[in-house]
């Protein structure tokens, strides 16, 4: 629908009156709209949005919105441009609209333990801001230049989610604009709520499409201790994912739980000196800890070390300094770039209940086979959550659509869905319908029109 | 609006259909319906239904839905009928939908630690039996008897909070039949989730207003440790309330820290002959603990004994026997029944930031002077759910509506919200728009108009 929706043009006139709200020196009209047309998707086709404006709060964004509203023009919000699903990619042209000057850290509140920070701030400087004041924001999505604004309208999830869960768990409160220019707060600093329909959960992972954030107010924690690692070999990706709920039901909380198999290890191996400890075993598990100190990261240790080898572990790797472990994390975050220098088509990161990854990923090795195109797995044991990576040659990019289509409908047909943490922007839009029965999807449109009657927010994204 | 819209007859020829779907058993017209016509709010007005029905499923609720919206009949959604906000009242006349016979309990996943039910299960019959399986739902908002689906409509919250949060933050997936009689499943076994608006969460706390939840998956996690208790003794309220961002700095996460002042442990002990350890003092904490085993037990309250001395306490009692205990544990239980025979003119369970509770409960002392009502006042210091209850005769009651307006006021003007866990239903839906926007309220309307075109469900209730 969105596609068959009348906009209107961005005359002269209109671009003058941005200019007046925003300031000459924060509106591109020209030159520079270049590092606005895309985000970090690959093969997204990029698109020059016609203007870029950078507001410097919610006044002005409540401002350009009315403006361009009235005017029916397609506005695409941007935080840091870090989403890898396009987002961010103002595919019909209009306005761009960058947080990038709201950056703002507004409060620190050490008494209620929560803070509150304009959209654009990075999740870097949020963080090291928030640790001055002995506190802690857990969520690390593994992408720490991505926008606080961003994580939020995306529900970004990461590596630590079977322990902190993800974004939307610790979003207390959201101001936000509204399509009308109408600025509307919900939430605040407190976990209880129930007084009416809970909008921050709705515009958490709604991607820019109801409305745009401009403030968010996150619940802190008290800083962990130090992190800790065990990697552990299998002889089978199935004993591996099989082993997470013994660990599970342990009375150790473990941050994360990644699964990983050896052909993932070898890319990294070749393309790196990184060597990986324990080398040659099919399937492995990384296990990542809070300890506080040496002596409870023992006890923690002798306790899962017995808990995976009585489930099917070969062995247990602990790391013995801080180097043996910086190793074993480099390489882990070694996995995408690795993966993008080796020819990447696509990513996926479908989500199926945890128990289901093993036998996922059999399917996934058949319709790899079967469209004969490489595909490596990996991610999330903990949460179920599986990073999918079909890598050719371009001429093989074509077909890796379908490759795709049979992936999601693997995943969903074991009671998963598209997308775990990603978002579906406009790359994985085309999907939703595998997912979403048409009545929902019809449902999800209602609320997109109630929010957006002209559907000027991030068009062609997420929902027509 | 919903007042003036215009709804159907309920002929006879409809309450046949009925009878056909639900079954001549299921089905109330007559003496009976009386059951239905209130929840247990004080002095809500009841109302009796036309007619109840019992249906048996997800698919007669669509087929009687469908009925109702085609015709234009109210249909109250009803669980437990626990609720203290009027939720249930089928104010409009019309349908009471009852989930009475919804109970089935159709897993519990050992693997991906959660568990799915039909929404009418009673919260006690589906914890024994998630305890069964060596696994534990944490949630406990105060009434065994409430329906896990009336958890969900109102995102039940509890003393429980401080380590664990709400019904919303445990709640994976929903099945929930629309207006419109069609069948939606949103979430599923999975934390993360980044795929189209979050339907589960925008649910979860709308009252029955959006949609009717029939099946709810919630999850689990490993039992706890044993439950401990301190009680901690202050000079002043203010002081309590300063000591809790302390308690909460420590490595020791609290179930839950409750504040309470001597006038409510004095009217318990006036109603029972239960007598309260450490009596006298102006205000005290109630700290609940999970510990694994006595010995980590120790540590922990030896270490928070330290910081609330350094932090104004007076002393601080640890009950020394499991009937000691059982006695403080009775007494935090005994507040609300010992208030409702004391004449409770209404309920409020505001909620503000927790450091503002002092300046609150001051407040709300200086509107119960300028009132000449009595308020009584206790909660959750550590989530900042506060339980208010003026008391007094009958003649008081026109008046005690202003005074709760007053008190709204003062928990708004703190950066608080109306209710943190009960609901409006409908008692309290008047009180929305004290917190909410007119932008916000406009835009609430029509998100249920998205989900409820002619307005069928629950009526008048949350928001028009």
Same mark, same amino acid.
């Given at each position: 629908?969105?596609?068959?929706?009348?906009?209107?043009?961005?005359?002269?006139?209109?671009?003058?009156?941005?200019?007046? &709200?925003?300031?000459?020196?924060?509106?591109?009209?020209?030159?520079?709209?270049?590092?606005?047309?895309?985000?970090?998707?690959?093969?997204?086709?990029?698109?020059?949005?016609?203007?870029?404006?950078?507001?410097?709060?919610?006044?002005?964004?409540?401002?350009?919105?009315?403006?361009?509203?009235?005017?029916?023009?397609?506005?695409?919000?941007?935080?840091?441009?870090?989403?890898?699903?396009?987002?961010?990619?103002?595919?019909?042209?209009?306005?761009?609209?960058?947080?990038?000057?709201?950056?703002?850290?507004?409060?620190?509140?050490?008494?209620?333990?929560?803070?509150?920070?304009?959209?654009?701030?990075?999740?870097?400087?949020?963080?090291?801001?928030?640790?001055?004041?002995?506190?802690?924001?857990?969520?690390?999505?593994?992408?720490?230049?991505?926008?606080?604004?961003?994580?939020?309208?995306?529900?970004?999830?990461?590596?630590?989610?079977?322990?902190?869960?993800?974004?939307?768990?610790?979003?207390?409160?959201?101001?936000?604009?509204?399509?009308?220019?109408?600025?509307?707060?919900?939430?605040?600093?407190?976990?209880?709520?129930?007084?009416?329909?809970?909008?921050?959960?709705?515009?958490?992972?709604?991607?820019?499409?109801?409305? &745009?954030?401009?403030?968010?107010?996150?619940?802190?924690?008290?800083?962990?201790?130090?992190?800790?690692?065990?990697?552990?070999?299998?002889?089978?990706?199935?004993?591996?994912?099989?082993?997470?709920?013994? &660990?599970?039901?342990?009375?150790?909380?473990?941050?994360?739980?990644?699964?990983?198999?050896?052909?993932?290890?070898?890319?990294?191996?070749?393309?790196?000196?990184?060597?990986?400890?324990?080398?040659?075993?099919?399937?492995?598990?990384?296990?990542?800890?809070?300890?506080?100190?040496?002596?409870?990261?023992?006890?923690?240790?002798?306790?899962?070390?017995?808990?995976?080898?009585?489930?099917?572990?070969?062995?247990?790797?602990?790391?013995?300094?801080?180097?043996?472990?910086?190793?074993?994390?480099?390489?882990?975050?070694?996995?995408?770039?690795?993966?993008?220098?080796?020819?990447?088509?696509?990513?996926?990161?479908?989500?199926?209940?945890?128990?289901?990854?093993?036998?996922?990923?059999?399917?996934?090795?058949?319709?790899?086979?079967?469209?004969?195109?490489?595909?490596?797995?990996?991610?999330?044991?903990?949460?179920?959550?599986?990073?999918?990576?079909?890598?050719?040659?371009?001429?093989?990019?074509?077909?890796?659509?379908?490759?795709?289509?049979?992936?999601?409908?693997?995943?969903?047909?074991?009671?998963?869905?598209?997308?775990?943490?990603?978002?579906?922007?406009?790359?994985?839009?085309?999907?939703?319908?595998?997912?979403?029965?048409?009545?929902?999807?019809?449902?999800?449109?209602?609320?997109?029109?109630?929010?957006?009657?002209?559907?000027?927010?991030?068009?062609?994204?997420?929902?027509?």
């Amino acid at each position: 629908m969105a596609s068959t929706c009348k906009y209107g043009t961005l005359t002269s006139g209109l671009i003058r009156s941005l200019t007046e &709200i925003v300031g000459e020196k924060f509106i591109l009209t020209g030159e520079g709209r270049e590092n606005y047309a895309r985000d970090e998707a690959p093969h997204s086709i990029s698109h020059l949005p016609e203007v870029v404006v950078k507001p410097a709060g919610a006044k002005e964004i409540a401002d350009i919105l009315l403006l361009a509203n009235r005017h029916k023009i397609p506005v695409t919000p941007r935080g840091a441009g870090t989403g890898i699903s396009g987002g961010a990619v103002p595919d019909l042209g209009g306005i761009s609209l960058s947080l990038e000057r709201m950056k703002k850290i507004l409060e620190i509140d050490e008494d209620n333990f929560c803070a509150t920070a304009e959209a654009g701030v990075s999740l870097n400087e949020f963080c090291s801001e928030v640790e001055k004041h002995g506190l802690y924001y857990p969520l690390y999505p593994g992408e720490m230049n991505s926008s606080l604004g961003g994580n939020v309208a995306t529900n970004a999830g990461g590596m630590r989610a079977v322990k902190y869960g993800v974004t939307r768990n610790f979003v207390l409160g959201l101001e936000a604009v509204l399509a009308s220019g109408e600025i509307i707060r919900s939430g605040g600093k407190y976990i209880k709520s129930s007084t009416g329909y809970n909008l921050t959960q709705l515009l958490i992972g709604s991607e820019g499409t109801l409305a &745009i954030i401009t403030e968010v107010t996150v619940k802190l924690i008290i800083p962990p201790g130090s992190r800790e690692l065990l990697l552990v070999p299998f002889r089978t990706l199935s004993e591996a994912i099989g082993c997470v709920p013994a &660990i599970l039901k342990e009375n150790i909380l473990p941050v994360g739980i990644e699964f990983m198999e050896q052909d993932i290890f070898q890319m990294v191996e070749e393309q790196s000196n990184k060597r990986i400890p324990l080398q040659g075993y099919p399937a492995y598990l990384l296990i990542m800890l809070e300890s506080e100190g040496i002596e409870e990261f023992h006890t923690q240790a002798e306790c899962l070390t017995s808990v995976c080898l009585k489930n099917g572990a070969v062995d247990v790797f602990v790391p013995d300094s801080q180097r043996a472990k910086r190793n074993l994390l480099d390489i882990r975050e070694k996995f995408y770039p690795t993966i993008q220098r080796s020819g990447m088509l696509d990513i996926a990161d479908v989500v199926v209940p945890r128990s289901q990854i093993a036998l996922f990923v059999e399917k996934v090795k058949e319709i790899s086979q079967r469209f004969g195109i490489k595909v490596v797995a990996y991610g999330h044991a903990g949460d179920g959550n599986i990073h999918l990576h079909p890598i050719g040659s371009q001429k093989e990019y074509p077909r890796s659509k379908d490759l795709m289509v049979a992936l999601y409908k693997a995943g969903i047909s074991l009671g998963g869905t598209i997308s775990g943490e990603h978002g579906l922007g406009k790359d994985k839009k085309k999907y939703l319908p595998l997912a979403a029965s048409p009545e929902k999807l019809a449902l999800m449109s209602r609320i997109k029109v109630a929010f957006d009657p002209n559907r000027i927010l991030n068009p062609g994204k997420v929902i027509d």
